[in-house]
Every structure is written in C-alpha cells, then in structure tokens.
C-alpha cells in the first residue's frame, strides 16, 4: 500500500521521501531512506524516476534495541518502585514493633526496679525482722528478674550480631530437663501448678551447650507457667527423634491461636501484651537463635485435647557426657588465705560495698577511684591479686592493669577485670590487656571473692619460683 502511494505520487510528478524496507544486493532485507523524483519529459509527464536510497539499517537496529531498552528500563523501574513500597511497609511495620517493644521493655524494666527501690525504701523504717527478711528476700528476686531481663537483652542483641558464645559438649537431655525444671519449681509451687519433668526411655546424649539449652527449656517452660490458670499442668520432658532428640514443654492452656502462630519466634512481636505476666517478650525470639547456633531447630504445635506444645530438636552428640561432680566453691574458696588486695573502682557506692565485704572476710584492701590513685597504691603496699574496672575515668581499665604487669617486673600479680561489657570479646581484650579473669557486672560479692581467693592461692603458690601465666593464672614452671 505505501509503493502504490508513493508511485501515485510520483505519476502526479511530486517528490516523495519515504522509510521502508527494500531487497539489499548481499541477499537480505535491509532498511534504507528513499528519495525519489519524477524525470519530466517533454510533455511534462513523467518519463521517468530518479530515487536515492540510504540504507539506515544499523539505525534502525539501534532504534529498535533502544526502544527495547526502555520498555525493560520502565519495567525495572516499576519493579523496583513495587519493591521500595513493600519495604517501606516492612519498615514501618518493624520501627512500629520496635516501639512497641521498647515501651514493653522499659515497662517490664521499670517494674522489678520499683519493687528494689520500694523494698529498700520501706526497709528503712522497718523493725520487725521477719518484715525485714520478707522485704529483703523481695528486693532479692526482684533484682534477679531485673538481671534475667537485661541478659535476655543482651542475649538476643548478641545472637542478631552473630556473638552469641557457646560451649558445645555432650549433654545428658534427662539431666537437662530436671535441670530446667529445677530451676522454676519454686514459681511453680508459689503458682500452684504442677510442673513435671521425664524422659521417653533411655536417651543418647546430644550435643548443646548445657547453659544454652537450659535457657531453651526454661524460656518454653516460663512461658507455660505464666499462662497457665492455678491448679493446671506443665510438662518437660525429652524423646527420641530421628538423628537427635525431641524436647517439649506441653501445657493445658488455651494454646496459641491460628492467626497468631506465623507471630511466634518474631522477634519485637507480641501476641497479648496486656496478658503478659513480666518478661521482656524475647524468651521465643532468643530460643530459636539458640537452637539454630547449635545446629537444631524449635516450633510449635497444639496438643491433642487442648493445650500447647513447644518442642526443641537438637543432633546427637557423638561421645557420651562426662560425669560430673557438683562444686562446692564456697566451701573451696574458704579454704584459700587472704591478704591484700588492690581494688580499683570508680563508683563509689560498689567500691565501698567490695571493699567492705572483702575486709569482713579478712583481707586488707586498698581502694582506689582512677588509675592514677592505684598506681600510687600498688607500689606503695605490692598485693598479690587485684580487682580492676575497665571503665575507668581517664585511663581507662585494660591500660591499668598494662601498667600494673609492668610494675609487677615479673612478680605475681593476680588480676580480675570487672565490667558491665558482656560481649566474648571483652573478655578476649581483658586477657590480651593482661588479666587472669573476667567477671560481668552485677557479680556476686561471693563470687569476686571466691575468684580473688583462687588467684591468691595461685600466686602464693608461684612466689616460689618464676612463674609464667597458664590459663589465665599465674603457675610455677
């Protein structure tokens, strides 16, 4: 239809230029721009024709992979567009979660802390000792929930960044159930519900960290017995499972509703905040992290008759576990001599606590608030063990204890650093900087002491002769 117009055209004796596709001498059918002319002849009609042909194929290849690039172009564009609205949903979503769970942890934090201060504020005008041992005994597991909250914390922030530490060894799985029920017997006898542990037959070990997988089965038990009504049942317990074994915590609760289980081991989500019965809402989140560091897997499902079950499934352990004695570290650390001790800490309030609890168990302590106070101290008095707080004022803590292995010139010298860091390499810059143990804030006043009487044994033992740090202590070679 275009040659005909175009020859029309040319019979009429106009000029025409025109795009089209014409037979190429090499065989093919190439695109060319053709200018075309009528030749007049005497009479004025046309005689003849004079065209000019320019062969544009390339451009047009161009033209066409051009046009093509756009139309993939725009399609990315809206891909892409489709994907930024989705996860700025998702962000949303999340910063509105994140909210959410910060508004629940602040109030689950402020909780047992009021109940600390309110303990200690009434104690002051309290006379009865039996009055006195129930508020103390209050501000006791009020302090021990505020802690479990805040390792829950630091837990899960540890397991997003890949920190968390683990100790894989063999483990008894009916050991670790009683364990884990030992540990909530008594809010389950305050609760009044009854709170079971067993095993399917004999099982073989499995391989976990003992204290990760504790936590596990305590975070699923606690859950259990936070919604359980009175007088109701919880169970853990341990079977077998192909390749490894199949812990459970089962309940009679109402269990967990169909629009809600995609929720459960989201982290910054909650099912029933008002519901809740203290906890920081991480106890899920952080056991599926667990359970996957160690090569196994958690989930939920409903019991038969009414309930939940949450189940943890860990691999065999290839070696049988060691047995084990229970320590007695009390006992033990009693039985080691005291002396003096240098003791380096800021805050005025817990270097007067360590210093006065050290000094009632008989050691000479000598106290100091920076760095530059504790240099004077250890040279002037030369003590065989120390206590140093990293965060120091100036400078700061793992410089200290440097300098003091220098001072020391070879001699022993025991040093515990203490902080409120409780990441593994904290305790990995402690050792490097020079010290033999590594305790997190809040300790125990037992505890510093018990490490501080160990050390001191050491380093009585080693003043016999040259010593060399082995372990994180120093030994006798």
């Not at 019991?303 to 943890?312: K, N, S």
């Amino acid at each position: 239809d275009q040659r005909l117009d175009v020859l029309r055209s040319l019979l009429e004796g106009h000029s025409v230029v025109f795009e089209g596709r014409l037979p190429h001498r090499e065989g093919k059918v190439a695109w060319a721009i053709v200018s075309a002319s009528p030749i007049l002849g005497p009479d004025g009609a046309p005689s003849g024709f004079f065209a000019m042909c320019t062969d544009i194929t390339r451009r047009r290849e161009a033209e066409t992979a051009l046009r093509d690039l756009n139309r993939d172009l725009e399609d990315r564009v809206r891909e892409r567009t489709a994907e930024l609205e989705n996860a700025n949903t998702e962000l949303a979503r999340a910063l509105r979660a994140r909210e959410d769970f910060l508004a629940s942890i602040s109030h689950e934090l402020r909780t047992p802390l009021a109940s600390i201060l309110g303990a200690i504020e009434t104690l002051h005008d309290v006379d009865d000792p039996a009055r006195r041992g129930y508020l103390l005994e209050l501000a006791d597991r009020n302090g021990r929930q505020l802690l479990s909250l805040i390792e829950d914390v630091l837990d899960f922030a540890r397991g997003r960044a890949g920190r968390l530490s683990f100790q894989p060894t063999p483990v008894d799985a009916l050991e670790a159930v009683r364990a884990a029920a030992q540990t909530l017997e008594i809010q389950a006898d305050r609760d009044r519900i009854r709170l079971t542990a067993g095993s399917e037959g004999r099982l073989a070990p499995v391989f976990a960290d003992p204290v990760r997988l504790r936590q596990i089965l305590t975070n699923f038990a606690n859950n259990a017995l936070r919604y359980a009504a009175s007088g109701g049942e919880v169970e853990i317990s341990a079977c077998h499972d192909p390749g490894g074994v199949r812990f459970e915590v089962r309940d009679r609760g109402a269990g967990v509703p169909v629009s809600d289980r995609s929720k459960l081991f989201q982290p910054f989500v909650q099912l029933d905040p008002s519901a809740r019965k203290g906890g920081a809402g991480l106890g899920l989140a952080l056991s599926r992290q667990l359970a996957q560091a160690m090569g196994g897997e958690v989930g939920y499902e409903d019991r038969p008759g009414g309930g939940a079950v949450f189940w943890l499934r860990l691999p065999h352990a290839t070696t049988a576990p060691a047995e084990t004695t229970p320590a007695l570290p009390n006992q033990r650390a009693k039985a080691h001599p005291t002396g003096k001790v240098l003791l380096v800490e800021d805050e005025k309030d817990l270097r007067e606590i360590l210093s006065e609890h050290l000094t009632a168990n008989g050691w000479e302590v000598h106290a100091a608030h920076d760095a530059d106070a504790a240099i004077v101290s250890f040279e002037a008095t030369r003590p065989l063990v120390a206590v140093v707080d990293l965060g120091l004022p100036g400078r700061n803590g793992l410089e200290l204890i440097g300098i003091l292995r220098k001072l020391s010139k070879g001699s022993p010298l025991g040093v515990v650093a203490l902080t409120g860091q409780a990441f593994p390499e904290d305790a990995e810059r402690c050792m490097q900087a020079g010290a033999d143990r590594f305790l997190t804030k809040p300790t125990t006043l037992r505890k510093t002491e018990s490490v501080l009487r160990e050390l001191h044994a050491l380093m009585i033992g080693s003043e016999s002769g040259d010593g060399e740090r082995v372990d994180g202590a120093m030994a006798p070679q």
